[in-house]
């Protein structure tokens, strides 16, 4: 895991900071229908998408960063302020998955982005991400249920936590 690099190594995964460049690309991987669903998170419309990200990079509060692997950008991974609590997301376009991207990605982030405790909100059958979420140490916290627009119903969440 390295923050940044000119030439990529095989497999590598690197976090930089967001360019405007970036966005078009993690619009498309949000409005893949499986990742909707694993994630729970309707997919924004362009317009909506663009607005929410101007917003985002507006804030400092939120840390930010892209996600390259082997160079090519693979997603995106944030922390901000919610409820007052600080919060980590992610989201890894479709054709990097199952190659330990978002392990690798979480695990350079939480290097960077010191601020403890850190709480994640993931879908109880979100089964990659609790797993991404417990191999970088963060245990399951608490469970709500709450309805969700993807899939029609109430689902169950699980809320997981990283002391330090
Ligand atoms: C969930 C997500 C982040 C996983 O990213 P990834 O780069 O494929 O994850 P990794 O390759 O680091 O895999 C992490 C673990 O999950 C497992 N895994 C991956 N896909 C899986 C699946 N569909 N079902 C079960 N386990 C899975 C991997 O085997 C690995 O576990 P292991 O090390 O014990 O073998 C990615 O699929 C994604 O972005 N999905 C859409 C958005 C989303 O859900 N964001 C998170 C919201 S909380």
Redesign the pocket.
């Known amino acids: 895991m390295a923050h940044s690099a000119s030439v990529p190594s095989p497999g590598e995964v690197v976090l930089r900071d967001v360019t405007e460049d970036d966005l078009p690309l993690f619009f498309g991987h949000q409005q893949d229908p499986d990742?909707t669903r694993?994630?729970a998170?309707p997919a924004r419309s362009r317009d909506a998408f663009m607005a929410h990200w101007a917003r985002i990079l507006d804030d400092e509060t939120v840390v930010n960063k892209t996600i390259l692997f082997d160079g090519q950008v693979a997603?995106s991974i944030l922390s901000f302020e919610q409820s007052g609590e600080r919060e980590v997301?992610?989201?890894?376009g479709r054709e990097?998955?199952?190659?330990?991207?978002?392990?690798?990605a979480l695990s350079g982030f939480l290097a960077h982005a010191r601020q403890r405790p850190l709480y994640?909100?993931?879908?109880g059958h979100?089964?990659?991400?609790v797993?991404?979420l417990e191999?970088c140490g963060f245990v399951v916290f608490d469970k709500e249920r709450e309805f969700s627009s993807v899939h029609g119903k109430e689902i169950g969440w699980l809320i997981l936590k990283l002391e330090a």
Do not use: L, P, Q
């Open positions: 990742a694993m994630a998170f997603g997301g992610y989201w890894i990097f998955w199952g190659r330990g991207v978002a392990t690798k994640a909100h993931v879908a979100n089964v990659a991400s797993r991404v191999k």
